[in-house]
Nanobody, 113 residues
């Protein structure tokens, strides 16, 4: 059974940093393109960043230059380093195997002003 488990969320002041992790199990992690997505209250889920199995990355304009996505295939884990956080980054963050139905349960990120 495929599982994706996020961790690392929390409450941080504006300008601070957090590092999210997504640990995968039950599948061959390295074959998947993966992504981080977020959903704020009353808004649709949106793409934050994606990374291919070859390591190519793509970012939403709103996070370019502040967030960095990475993966460690040996550890079956994906990361999202978030710097210079803003209140508008407040959301539940989800990890996802792209082109599948596999999603994590989400981790809350709250940025106070």
């Amino acid at each position: 059974q495929v599982q994706l488990v996020e961790s690392g969320g929390g409450l941080v002041q504006a300008g601070g940093s957090l590092r999210l992790s997504c640990a995968a199990s039950g599948t061959i992690f390295s074959i998947y393109a993966m992504g981080w997505y977020r959903q704020a209250p009353g808004k649709q889920r949106e793409m934050v960043a994606t990374i291919t199995n070859g390591g190519s990355t793509n970012y939403a304009d709103s996070v370019k230059g502040r967030f960095t996505i990475s993966r460690d295939n040996a550890k079956n884990t994906m990361y999202l380093q978030m710097n210079s956080l803003k209140p508008e980054d407040t959301a539940v963050y989800y990890c996802h195997f792209i082109l599948t139905n596999y999603w994590g349960q989400g981790t809350q990120v709250t940025v106070s002003s």
